[in-house]
């Protein structure tokens, strides 16, 4: 017989990563973080976060991706579990357990996610009754992607990322990512677009979204989508990993509408016209051996959201 003061079962977050359509970087504030427009896309590429009552705090990552993501204080999941913790009055220690098949360190917001959903999750399990604005305030302090991937579909990011307007999009779009062995570092991309930027002597001005893709998403037009995808730190992550210019052109080529370096990349995401198209050019960027791996999404779709938690 279950007692009444069983713990509460454990809560399962499925949460998607995303591709910036758009990543427009602006100056330097005065807190270092660069000014940013971009415009999010959530895609169906998901890990899934369980958190469950224990005796202490604690953080296991399983999965395909496995490798590469820190099981300890620094994750950003078991940091998004206890800063919602210190917002609820004795909230008891969970255990984290992330499902990883977001690629790492990849420009598609991977720890972002798993920090996304384990205050979903968490806010769930402890039955804290947040309000969703308060979840999304909460993931700002954990990271610029962070609130996206709480409210998910195709959104507008503004101030260092992390102010969310929706964005209005029609119909499904259909990806194909290019991903690498090895992640890049965000600091270090950001730091290298200062360089170059700080090298060609421009002004950089406050970034604005630009109203050719957004008419493109309103239409649901893959083809106009393509022709204004647009990544400030492209450039940057090149200079890092020129491999990535030939990736982009390898894809183009293939047969892509578009393509783009995702976030501060390194994964190279195209946009194709059908499922169909897909297929074909992952097969062909498969057998140029240039990729680490290829994977196939459509977008926009949900944020992070509870589902029934797997027992195996
Ligand atoms: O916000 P988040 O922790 O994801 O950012 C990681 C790093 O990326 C920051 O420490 C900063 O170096 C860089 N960044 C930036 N401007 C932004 C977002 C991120 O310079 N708007």
Redesign the pocket.
């Known amino acids: 017989m279950t007692s009444a003061y069983a713990d509460p079962p454990p809560v399962t977050v499925r949460v998607p990563a995303k591709v910036n359509l758009e990543l427009n970087v602006g100056p330097v504030r005065a807190d270092?973080?660069?000014?940013?427009s971009t415009i999010y896309q959530a895609v169906a590429i998901y890990d899934d976060v369980t958190v469950a009552i224990a005796d202490d705090w604690g953080v296991a990552v399983t999965g395909p991706l496995a490798a590469g993501v820190p099981a300890d204080e620094t994750n950003l999941a078991l940091r998004a579990a206890r800063l919602l913790g210190t917002h609820v009055g004795s909230a008891e220690p969970v255990h984290v357990t992330i499902r990883k098949n977001i690629p790492v360190a990849g420009g598609m917001a991977g720890g972002?996610a798993d920090a996304a959903a384990a205050l979903v999750a968490c806010d769930a399990l402890w039955d804290a009754g947040f309000e969703r604005e308060e979840l999304i305030d909460l993931a700002a302090e954990l990271?610029?992607?962070v609130p996206f991937l709480i409210l998910g579909g195709t959104a507008m990011g503004s101030g260092?990322?992390e102010q969310m307007a929706s964005a209005l999009a029609r119909g499904t779009f259909h990806w194909v990512f290019a991903l690498s062995d090895e992640g890049l570092s965000?600091?270090a991309v950001?730091a290298e677009c200062d360089r170059l930027r700080a090298r060609a002597g421009v002004a950089v001005p406050e970034p604005r979204p630009t109203p050719e893709l957004m008419s493109a998403l309103r239409a649901g037009d893959a083809r106009a989508l393509a022709a204004t995808l647009r990544n400030d730190l492209q450039e940057a992550a090149i200079s890092l990993r020129p491999a990535l210019g030939e990736i982009l052109a390898a894809g183009l080529d293939e047969g892509a509408l578009g393509g783009v370096v995702s976030g501060s990349g390194p994964t190279v995401a195209f946009l194709v016209a059908t499922p169909e198209a897909g297929i074909d050019l992952a097969v062909a960027l498969t057998a140029s051996g240039m990729t680490a791996d290829v994977r196939r999404a459509s977008g926009p779709t949900h944020g992070a959201h509870i589902i029934p938690t797997r027992v195996d």
Do not use: A
Not at 32 to 36: I, M, N, Q
């Open positions: 270092g973080y660069h000014s940013l972002s990271g610029s992607d260092r990322g965000t600091p950001y």
